[in-house]
């Protein structure tokens, strides 16, 4: 069985800070990872995935997570935030191709201060 | 475009009822799914659909009900014993065996009188 642990029901940064938003996964096979965001009342947008090619992920509105498997780590960073970034981000882990078995880490709330 | 619609997108319920959340794509997807959403919990998989006239419970199918009798409508049905029923459902598609690329519709939030 898979799951997800999201670090920090909230975090806040200034607008120009550097964005981390931390997942940590537990997998008995070797995991997919993902960051999907959420803007309010709205569904979840894939932002990036780790399907076992390169460690360093590259996704959309420039963010980027880093896989590690020594520290089952999953974190999602951005250089510099901008106040489009505020929404709600999830991880999430799946141990096989198929979606069915996909799990949610609870979220992260970004806030983006002028 | 291309994408999935979901309604109605706000709902009232007394308790009791059944109400029935309508979910359609136009992706070509095989799979489809509907999740439950709350506060602080993520999102938990109600039931799953990979081709049609066929589909399974999730982690969390007592109290609704699901049938799919198109490729491209999934309809979710919150029944009398869903105990809890008040949150927000999203329906999501995906071709099978792609991992992740979970597409979503903008979700229904329903409440229970």
């Known amino acids: 069985a898979q799951s997800v642990t999201q670090l920090g029901s909230h975090v806040s940064v200034s607008e120009g800070a550097l964005v981390l938003l931390r997942c940590n996964y537990s997998s008995s096979v070797p995991p997919y990872l993902f960051w999907y965001v959420q803007y309010p009342n709205q569904g979840l947008q894939l932002l990036l995935k780790?399907?076992?090619?390169?460690?360093l992920v590259k996704g959309i509105n420039g963010f980027e997570a880093e896989f590690k498997k020594s520290e089952t780590s999953f974190h999602l960073t951005k250089p510099s935030a901008h106040m489009s970034d505020a929404a709600e981000y999830f991880c999430?882990?799946?141990?096989?191709?198929?979606?069915?078995?996909?799990?949610f880490g609870a979220g992260t709330r970004l806030t983006v201060k002028p | 475009d291309g994408g999935i619609t979901q309604s109605p997108k706000y709902l009232f319920r007394k308790e009791g009822q059944n109400v029935t959340l309508s979910c359609e794509q136009n992706?070509?997807?095989?799979?489809m799914y509907w999740y439950r959403q709350d506060p602080g919990q993520g999102l938990r998989l109600i039931y799953y659909s990979q081709i049609v006239n066929d589909f399974q419970k999730g982690d969390i199918a007592e109290g609704y009900s699901v049938s799919r009798e198109k490729k491209e409508s999934f309809p979710l049905t919150v029944t009398s014993a869903q105990k809890n029923p008040t949150a927000f459902y999203l329906c999501?598609?995906?071709?099978?065996?792609?991992?992740?690329?979970?597409?979503f519709g903008e979700g229904s939030r329903l409440t229970v009188l």
């Open positions: 999430a882990v799946s141990g096989t191709y198929n979606n069915n078995d996909m799990r």
């Open positions: 992706l070509n997807h095989d799979a």
């Open positions: 999501a598609s995906s071709i099978t065996g792609d991992p992740g690329e979970l597409f």
């Open positions: 780790y399907t076992s090619a390169a460690t």
